[in-house]
């Protein structure tokens, strides 16, 4: 079955970004030029993805503004002659059809995904986080891969894992048990440990922001009962479907020279945007030239 749609969670508070997100969500912080959700559409969009279904929560109502064609604006800038920033306006023509619906409570990304069940029914689909670009701009295709994969091999989940640098980092992520190696990039995905201590942990590969399911997740979630946080998390149910089925899980890896930039809180949303302003086409010299001035400079 083809596989075209995609769930992309965005209703976190983002409470770590206050108060820069009090008032917006942090999937529409701006990094580089593009707020953090526009990456993620058009990396869903370039990999096949048809159909978007955002599962939103109290004050985002700016995201389902931010994917509407916007008539007026275009018509004022279209008379006044500004082709330029006609030209940024090109990602709503993308063919890509948007859906919305609400998590009503804060009760976790498993919630979340839980919320998309109606709207999916027995579809698999991809699932991508709202506030993780993967990939210098978006440009990535791990979403078409993992589809690719999962259709190949008849997986039940496919997930997307970075390799860590250090295993002191293992606490903030889910890591991989990773079974038998299916190939280059490929794994069998035996368990996925939320946040273990560096002792506990069975590798250095992370959880990246990009799933692939079967819609049996759902009765997963469905018997899930809070954990960490007092939330429904999704990996729990991830990880009793792979202890009922053994074999039915898939990790791949991030092609070398990619990562996920998580814009979770402000130190990981800093060095995204200075990635992404350093590497635009336009401004990256004069960006790298200033911050070059700044490092040689007094510290403030």
């Known amino acids: ?25 942090k999937e529409m912080l701006p990094v580089g030029r593009r707020p953090v959700v526009q990456y993620v559409v058009e990396e869903l969009a370039g990999s096949g993805v048809r159909r978007v279904l ?7 109502g700016s995201i389902e503004d ?7 604006l275009i018509e004022f800038l279209r008379t006044r002659g500004k082709e330029e920033q006609l030209a940024a306006l090109e990602f709503e023509r993308n063919q890509v059809e948007y859906a919305y619906t609400r998590q009503r409570e804060q009760l976790g990304l498993g919630d979340a995904v ?4 109606p709207f999916v029914t027995h579809e698999p689909f991809v699932v991508a ?4 670009i993967i990939g210098l701009h978006g440009h990535s295709r791990v979403v078409q891969r993992m589809v690719e994969v999962c259709q190949q091999r008849g997986a039940e989940v496919v997930v997307a894992f970075e390799e860590l640098p250090s295993r002191e980092e293992v606490v903030h992520y889910g890591i991989a048990q990773p079974g038998k190696a299916l190939g280059d990039d490929l794994f069998e995905l035996v368990d996925v440990i939320e946040k273990p ?28 009962g809070r954990g960490k946080g007092n939330e429904i998390q999704l990996t729990d149910a991830m990880r009793a479907l792979l202890k009922d089925r053994p074999g039915c899980g898939i990790g791949i890896r991030l092609p070398p020279g990619e990562r996920r930039y998580d814009i979770g809180n ?35």
């Open 54 to 60: 955002f599962v939103t929560g109290h004050g985002k």
């Open 129 to 132: 986080l709202g506030d993780s």
């Open 266 to 300: 402000f130190a990981s949303y800093f060095r995204a945007f200075l990635d992404f302003a350093a590497a635009d086409e336009e401004h990256g010299n004069m960006v790298r030239e200033h911050m070059r001035k700044v490092l040689s400079g007094p510290t403030p």
């Open 1 to 25: 079955m083809k596989i075209d749609l995609a769930v992309v969670p965005v209703a976190g508070l983002g409470t770590r970004l206050l108060p820069a997100t009090k008032s917006q969500p």
């Open 66 to 72: 931010f994917f509407d064609v916007d008539q007026p």
């Open 197 to 224: 201590t560096p002792q506990e942990a069975p590798s250095l590969l992370a959880v990246a922001a990009r799933y692939v399911f079967q819609p049996s997740i759902f009765d997963y979630l469905r018997r899930t």
């Open 114 to 117: 839980l919320c998309a069940a």
